[in-house]
């Protein structure tokens, strides 16, 4: 099976803290894969470098094939991304702010509403898909994410605790997402968390991430 992810020797360090240290690490395409680890423990840093954001300050990494080091770019037009933090636009309705987002993204205008619209209906909001999403709650807000996350149609995905702040019936809906995600579209999924009963349920693989190092 390819590779979507090759990491060898990867270390970023924030001062003299080192963040993710000497991490050796292969993700099969089409494989969910757990990234666990306590707080603080370097996957957001992991995600970063990973996404070419990031620079490491030593050894290398490919995702997709391409070199984090270098070509970000066509790794992020591949890749979406789901960060702790949903960093939507507050004063926008949700339609609006798939509507922005896909144009950013480079989504054909053809297309955009239909997949945009499509999403809404996937995650559950299209009925409230025209009201601000300043009103939104905490796990309507993390299921707009996502929906901005999968717009482009990314054959990898990293989410960075996509249930963490949602009630159990939402986080189901968000797993099970990504169960389809991976076995229907067959798309490679890179989940940070430190829920260990979603990791089991989810993941085929899982990497156990400590003070910056791959137990
Ligand atoms: P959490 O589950 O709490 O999100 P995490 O596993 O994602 O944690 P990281 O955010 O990657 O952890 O942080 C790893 C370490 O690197 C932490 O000690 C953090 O303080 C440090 N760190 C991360 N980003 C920076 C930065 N920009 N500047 C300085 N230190 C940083």
Redesign the pocket.
Known sequence: MAQAIVTEGLTRR??D?I??NQLDLTVEQGQVFGFL????????????LLNGVLNANAGRATVLGFDVATQGTEIRKRTGVLT?TPNLYEALTARENLLLFGDLYGVPESELPKRADSLLEELGLIERANERVGGYSKGMKQRLAIARALLHQPTLLFL??PTSGLDPVAARMVTGLIQTLSHQEGRTVFL?T?NLTEAQRLCQRVGV?DQ?VLR
Do not use: L, Q, S
């Open positions: 924030f001062g803290h963040a993710v680890g306590p707080n603080g423990a370097g996957k957001t840093t992991m995600v970063r702790e960075d605790e940070c430190h991430i910056g």
